[in-house]
């Protein structure tokens, strides 16, 4: 079992920035460094969406169009933690935003954006104001 713990989030002002982590808790005989994790975010309203993406060593990330040049997704394979940074926050930026790992099986862009991960974090709120 692979549980996920969002934290981070807040309310910002437009411009700022902010980092939000993703601490994994893995049960005997799993291994970290094995899953990829993506972020995902959910406005009101709104479908959960795909924002970024690493692979299992960190050697390859994926970001959707709207944040790429923006944020900035990196992993700590030793703390067992996924971190999302992000620049310059607009208030579409606000959302819930989620967390999820599997295993890294993938290859491009297109499979770790849609993939189904097997593992979702509770969220964390994010919330960026004019």
């Known amino acids: 079992q692979v549980q996920l713990v969002e934290s981070g989030g807040g309310l910002v002002q437009a411009g700022d920035s902010l980092r939000v982590s993703c601490a994994a808790s893995?049960?005997?005989?799993?291994?970290?460094?094995?899953?990829?994790v993506a972020w995902f975010r959910q406005a009101p309203g709104k479908e959960r969406d795909f924002v970024a993406a690493?692979?299992?060593?960190?050697?390859?990330?994926y970001y959707v169009d709207p944040v790429k040049g923006r944020s900035t997704i990196s992993r700590d394979n030793v703390k067992n933690t996924v971190y999302l940074q992000m620049n310059s926050l607009k208030p579409e930026d606000t959302a819930v935003y989620y967390c999820a790992a599997d295993l890294d099986y993938c290859s491009g862009y297109g499979c770790y954006a849609y993939v189904e991960y097997d593992y979702w974090g509770q969220g964390t709120q994010v919330t960026v104001s004019s």
């Open positions: 690493i692979s299992w060593n960190g050697g390859n990330t």
């Open positions: 893995m049960s005997s005989g799993r291994t970290f460094s094995r899953y990829a």
